[in-house]
């Protein structure tokens, strides 16, 4: 997973780039399935993009500092945003916001996957019904002539 990190009205130092990359980077353990090929025929490209920064220059109390995340998946932007009194503590947020949106993520596609294979299954059951019938009424027809 790649984390991209933009910093504004403040300065991006090392402690702060590895703070964030540490937190937003607990979110990969949710988005294994993502990266097998066993779903998908190459390697899709995870990329988290991380805005953090002051919402202005001239405040200095208050809920000044912000943080914004979007998670880039198939199909799927996942957007979380936070503002709050202290940086680390807007990145935390962000990071459970993003948690929870990747969870209902992939419960969404695992429901809509056991979904279609219900539907495959009932479509085999049915299929095979009638086909047995057809030979059964293939038959009854057979012996009348």
Do not use: C
């Not at 025929?41 to 990329?47: I, R, T, V």
């Not at 009932?122 to 009854?140: A, M, P, Q, S, T």
């Amino acid at each position: 997973m790649r984390i991209n990190i933009k910093a504004t009205n403040i300065k991006l130092d090392e402690a702060l780039k590895i703070w964030v990359e540490k937190k937003i980077g607990e979110i990969e353990k949710f988005l294994v399935d993502f990266g097998s090929k066993k779903y998908f025929k190459e390697k899709p490209n995870l990329e988290v993009k991380v805005e953090i920064g002051k919402t202005t220059r001239h405040h200095l109390k208050g809920e000044v500092f912000r943080a914004e995340a979007q998670l880039y998946l198939p199909k799927q932007i996942i957007r979380a945003e936070a503002i709050s009194e202290d940086l680390r503590d807007a990145i935390n947020q962000v990071k459970d916001e993003l948690q929870r949106e990747v969870k209902r993520y992939k419960g969404k596609r695992i429901a809509r996957a056991r979904r279609w294979a219900r539907k495959v299954k009932e479509f085999g059951r049915v299929h095979r019904f009638l086909r047995k019938e057809n030979n059964k009424i293939f038959k009854i027809f057979k012996r009348r002539k």
